[in-house]
């Protein structure tokens, strides 16, 4: 039987599923609110990315057959790679509403309320390149507005003072189109219209996604005795949720859902700065004076604040210890985090492996520590430190190996990011040699 697989980090996509039910209302439908995981919007792409691929595994074995991604986050992350990684199955995304908006404009000044990470998304990017057309876009990120929503409900004071402070630089910018970017953000949809005024039409793109989810499903299902409704978070808080937000009297199911790759360790030609990844690793000397290539590379990405932050680490915590690692802010890089360990400066007759595989494996607790569930690694201490890349890549992915095998599931992902190719290539022979010996 055709049913269709409906998720979102939480109650967000309620807000789909609510259009969904005005049009067909017996549609068989699974609703998955990956609640112990919410927000999406705070979390890296990479782990919404593999997060998305586990749930529709889920969905695809609990009879699903069309997914819809109710979640504009996620669809920012994922919906490109899970059409890649599910190739036979169909999916419906949500795509911030700027081409309707863009058209519908007078003035061509049109707003759009997002999360962060629906921002920073390549899909975000190919949307406004195809349909913004010279309108004059004002993005405004709308961080804890989702949280709020989920945590507290749409009605409560803290909920409606946040939404108060995003509306007012798009009133004060002379818009008069909105865009709901998030899913969420339906479920404040009086309040909005009353901060906007009458003058400011407000597009919610929910309805558009319910009539794409019905047109691709045809009309090969039959009616289900009831929608059934799961959620990783707390059953009964959801299902207080649902009655509030839908209407709907119904007791959710709790599943767990499991990771289905363990920590994932890939190698990516390119710059460590622009990882979409929580933590970026950099080489440090004891003193955190960062004069190194990567270091440079973070400067000139955003990342200024790191050595202010790092003087501050070393005048709290003395000089950086060859096994211990320092945490900094990432500026305005993608990343969050960045992680400082001592590289090991290549000298005969010291231990440089040990030192290496020290550090690595310091940057590795420090990431698992701040929560931080990707990291990115450069080839450390194969750049001034003059360790011989081919050894130096070799001993980072054997100590990677092994402590992913040590903290089965701790992280997401591990990137092993190369410079140019040839580097590329270092860590890819490292990471195969690691394999082989079966670490
Ligand atoms: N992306 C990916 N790889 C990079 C980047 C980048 N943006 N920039 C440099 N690399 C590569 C280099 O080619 C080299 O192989 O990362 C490796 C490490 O280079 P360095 O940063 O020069 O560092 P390292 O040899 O580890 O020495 C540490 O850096 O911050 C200083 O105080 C620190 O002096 C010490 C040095």
């Known amino acids: 039987m055709v049913a269709v697989g409906v998720f979102d980090s939480g109650v967000g996509g309620l807000s789909v599923l609510a259009e969904i039910r005005k049009l ?4 068989p439908v699974v609703y998955l609110a990956d609640q112990a995981w919410a927000p999406y919007g705070e979390r890296s792409l990479a782990a919404v990315r593999s997060r998305s691929v586990a749930i529709t595994e889920m969905l695809l074995g609990r009879g699903c057959d069309l997914i819809v991604v109710a979640c504009n986050s996620a669809s920012a ?10 190739p036979d199955n169909r999916f419906v995304g949500m795509e911030p509403a700027v081409k309707p908006a863009a058209s519908q404009t007078e003035r061509g000044v049109i707003g759009v309320l997002a999360t962060a990470a629906t921002f920073q998304g390549e899909l975000y990017a190919s949307v406004v390149d195809r349909h913004a057309n010279g309108t004059e876009i004002v993005e405004q990120a709308c961080p804890g507005l989702a949280d709020a929503i989920e945590r507290l409900g749409p009605e409560h004071t803290e909920t409606l003072s946040l939404l108060d402070r995003y509306m007012q630089p798009l009133t004060a910018a002379g818009i008069d189109t909105l865009v709901l970017g998030c899913t969420h953000y339906p479920f404040l949809m009086q309040a909005i219209e009353r901060l906007a005024g009458p003058l400011i039409r407000v597009i919610d793109p929910a309805p ?7 047109r691709m499903l045809g009309d090969g299902w039959r009616p289900p005795a009831e929608p059934l409704f799961l959620t990783t978070g707390a059953p009964g808080t959801f299902g207080v949720q649902l009655e509030s937000l839908l209407g709907v009297i119904a007791q959710p199911e709790q599943v767990r859902v499991e990771m289905s790759h363990g920590t994932e360790i890939v190698v990516i030609t390119g710059d460590l700065t622009a990882q979409p990844v929580d933590a970026i690793v950099n080489a440090a000397n004891n003193r955190l004076q960062h004069g190194g290539g990567v270091a440079g590379a973070i400067v000139r990405a955003g990342g200024r604040v790191i050595q202010e932050e790092s003087n501050a680490w070393v005048q ?3 000089a950086l210890e060859p096994a211990g690692a320092a945490v900094t802010t990432a500026g305005s890089l993608p990343a969050d985090y960045v992680i400082h360990v001592a590289g090991a400066i290549f ?16 940057a590795l607790d420090a990431t698992a520590g701040v929560g931080a569930e990707s990291v990115a690694f450069p080839a450390i201490s194969a750049g001034i430190y003059g360790y011989p890349i081919e050894e130096a890549t070799a001993v980072l992915a054997d100590e990677i190996v092994r402590w992913v095998g040590r903290h089965p599931g701790v992280l997401q992902e591990v990137r092993l990011v190369g410079y140019n190719a040839a ?11 690691a394999r082989a010996a079966g670490n």
């Open 24 to 27: 067909a209302p017996e549609l």
């Open 316 to 318: 709290e915590h003395g």
């Open 208 to 214: 558009a996604v319910a009539r794409q989810t019905i």
């Open 423 to 433: 580097a590329a290539a270092h860590m890819q022979n490292g990471l195969d040699g």
């Open 347 to 362: 000298t005969a007759g010291q231990d440089n492996e040990g030192l290496l595989r020290g550090a690595v494996a310091a």
């Open 77 to 86: 992350a994922a919906l490109h790679h899970l059409r890649n990684t599910f």
